[in-house]
């Protein structure tokens, strides 16, 4: 039996938005934003969306962050910025984003976003 490969597209973007309770058009903005980079078709023109299980894993991050009140542009630059992820004297809903967040610079996914 072939192993599950985590990192192979699997999911088009109606499948992963069910999965994640989200819309497609949420998946797209996501997109745009620069934080996925879906696996992309050629057979279609515009190349259809796919997404694999790391994917699904790193967008319920950030729709977990996102739950919590961080704005997508915050996201993009906590992402990107080098500021270090400090544990000060926080709320415990800033603790949860903190953790997420270096939860997200871990992730595998993480890389392929900053190329």
Do not use: C
């Not at 949420?26 to 994917?55: A, H, M, V």
């Not at 500021?83 to 993480?110: A, C, M, Q």
């Amino acid at each position: 039996m072939k192993q599950l490969n985590l990192n192979e597209p699997f999911y088009q973007i109606s499948q992963a938005a069910k999965l994640l309770g989200i819309t497609s058009d949420r998946l797209r903005t996501y997109e745009e934003e620069g934080l996925i980079k879906p696996w992309r078709t050629k057979q279609s023109k515009d190349g259809k969306r796919l997404f694999s299980i790391n994917d699904i894993e790193w967008l319920t991050m950030i729709r977990d962050l996102i739950k919590l009140g961080v704005s997508i542009p915050t996201i993009r630059i906590l992402l990107f910025s080098k500021l270090p992820i400090k544990n000060s004297v926080l709320r415990e809903k800033d603790l949860e984003i903190l953790d997420l967040l270096k939860k997200l610079k871990t992730h595998i996914i993480y890389t392929s976003i900053l190329k």
